[in-house]
């Protein structure tokens, strides 16, 4: 999300105003305020799109014969769900797949996905979903508040982007930002 809106800065400040308008300058972050962070979430929702930190995807196991849509699928047999490669189908997210717009979550998941909602899956899905979802968004929901309240920040010169697959998709060379107290 810093990378991001580092480079959107219309994006940045659209956001910092939410922060702003929900906590105030000082206000530490809580519960129920970020709760009402709208555009933290959209932003959140296209930064899992564009870089899915599982960008490899998922498996299942198939324990019996069973027609998923126009798949038959035996028994026994193993199928991977290719997080990324979705998150990335023009099909579903149109020809701007690879803009970031966070604009396309602003009326929910089933709109940004045309209608398939289970095609945005960065914490997986159905009964294995990410134990870790809420813990996970809503540490990043505080901390980049946080981050806002005090800084306003841009992409150094110096950058160089390499989204590299390890694990999960991470910066290769880091992200260097320039950071400036408010
Ligand atoms: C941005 C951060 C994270 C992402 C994108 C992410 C994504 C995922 C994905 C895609 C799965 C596979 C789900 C499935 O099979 O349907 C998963 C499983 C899991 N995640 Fe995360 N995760 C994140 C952070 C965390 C954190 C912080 C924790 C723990 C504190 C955590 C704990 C787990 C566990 C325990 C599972 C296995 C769930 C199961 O098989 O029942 N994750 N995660």
């Not at 994006?11 to 962070?37: C, H, M, N, Y």
């Not at 701007?96 to 209608?115: H, M, Q, W, Y």
């Not at 899956?121 to 009964?127: A, C, I, N, T």
Request: charged share 20%.
């Amino acid at each position: 999300m810093i990378l991001l809106l580092s480079i959107h800065q219309d994006w940045q400040e659209k956001a910092r105003k939410e922060v702003f308008s929900v906590f105030g300058r000082d206000k530490t972050p809580d519960a129920d305020g970020i709760t009402r962070l709208k555009l933290m979430g959209m932003i959140m929702n296209e930064t899992l799109r564009l870089y899915s930190p599982v960008y490899s995807g998922f498996m299942r196991d198939v324990d019996k014969d069973i027609r998923l849509g126009k798949f038959d699928l035996p028994a026994s047999v193993q199928f991977h769900i290719p997080i990324m490669a979705i998150h990335h189908d023009p099909d579903i997210w149109g020809e701007d797949v690879n803009l970031f717009k966070p604009e396309r979550f602003s009326e929910g998941i089933a709109k940004a996905t045309n209608n398939n909602p289970t095609a945005f899956m960065p914490f997986g899905m159905g009964p294995h979903i990410c134990a870790g979802f809420n813990f996970a968004t809503n540490e990043a929901k505080i901390t980049i508040a946080m981050i806002l309240q005090r800084f306003t920040f841009s992409l150094s010169p110096g950058y160089v982007h390499s989204p590299f697959p390890f694990l999960a998709v991470r910066p290769e060379k880091g992200v260097q930002v320039i950071i400036n107290a408010l």
